[in-house]
């Protein structure tokens, strides 16, 4: 199983400009390999393969341009290697071979974003307190942990708030952890972030809602700024930051989490969300966006397979709110600032979130895997043979009333006055109640 081991490094101004001059190569191969293949495109030719491009925009460009002979040429070839293998993920994807999401083409790369370069094989060295990179030079690198094996390749990343970090690719086993016998349910939410089956809740940092109007302030005087000039950098370097902020926030809240979950449980049962097209919701997007669902089921996936635990997914469409976990009665889709809600079968007071949580855990689905005892959920045609009650509150009556209803119906008809004590007369609440009297 292979991981990624993620550290900073503080390269000095010297090396920061060779690091630039780097990024900036191995854009302009992406970029002009993208317009080349998007010529051919157009000229209804198919896409050239690797090799040639590594010929034309590496091996000949550098008799033209000999600034492209200043920098390694192995984070070129990545480069395109990467190039490659985005466009074979876009095929795939839209002849249905990839799964998922559609992927989209490749698009340009732009100074102003991410920027990262590549070194495989022996082009580096790793040191006490320092790392070699060729043409570059000896960069100090702080060593948060050991590194478990020999990495493969390590990504040189500089991210838009001016922050430099190496990235190893290791392979690594899976670790055990001890047994604890249980499993747990999550229902992910938007004013609780998670909350679990045995009645546990976790609040969201929410960090965008805490920095929305410093976050304002510092775009508004951005935008101010006259494009090229020193202080419009600095004034985008400010936003920059402050982002980053928001993004470790997030992501170490995510990262506690996730790791305690599994470190609890032996089986973990999540609910399968369209968050992707929840965010098209303009009412909820910068809510659900602040949360992080995505990237919580991914950290959660991915340290379930490396401590050998269990991570199971309930199909979207599965009615977790909508039904009882005691007695499995469905009462409709109900609004979402419906948070408490009363079973008209059994009569259990259920909070929403909790309920949905059990009934997650509970899904058949997943029956198999969960080794601790199951709520016993009966079928609503089983239930009403047993105890016959009212279905639905505008449609059906219980048993007692229906006499009275036709009878208010023949006075209605024939122009007479209704009696006030007549069921049908009553508030839709007054109803409700009387069927449980």
Known sequence: MKSRYKYRIYPNHIQRTKLNQLFGCCRYVWNQSLVYCNQLYAGGQKKPSYVDLTKQFITQAKKELLW???????????SLKDLDQAYKN?????????KGIQVKPPQ???????????????NYKIGQDKIYLPKVGKIKIFWSRKLPSQPSSVTIIKDSSNRYFASFVVETGAENLPKSGHSIGIDLGISTFATLSNSE????????????KKLAKFQRKLAKKTPGTNRREKARLRVAKLHRKIQDIRTDFLHKLSTDLVRKYDVIVLEDLNVSGMVRNRKLAKAISDLGWRQF??????????????????DRWEPTSQKCSHCGFKGGKKELNVREWTCLNCGTFHDRDINAAVNILNTQSVLET??????KVETVKETVAKNP??????????????????RT?????TGKPADSNDVSTRPESFVQLSLFD
Do not use: M, W
């Not at 876009?90 to 990839?98: A, I, N, Q, V, Y």
């Not at 809740?201 to 920095?211: G, H, T, V, Y």
């Not at 969960?370 to 709520?375: A, E, G, K, L, R």
């Open 68 to 78: 492209l002979k200043d920098v390694a040429s192995t984070p070129l070839q990545q």
């Open 90 to 98: 876009f095929f795939d994807s839209c002849t249905g071979k990839r």
């Open 108 to 122: 340009f790369k732009s100074r102003k974003s991410r920027q990262a370069a590549r070194f495989v094989g022996v």
């Open 201 to 212: 809740k976790f609040e969201a940092p929410k960090p965008l809602k805490k920095n929305l």
């Open 297 to 314: 089921r991914t950290l959660t996936e991915a340290k379930c397979e490396k401590y050998g635990c269990e991570f199971r997914v309930i």
């Open 370 to 375: 969960v080794n601790q005892p199951i709520t």
């Open 389 to 406: 009650i009212q279905l639905s509150l505008f449609e059906e009556v219980a048993e007692g009333h229906s006499e009275t209803i036709k």
């Open 409 to 413: 119906r023949r006075k209605r008809q």
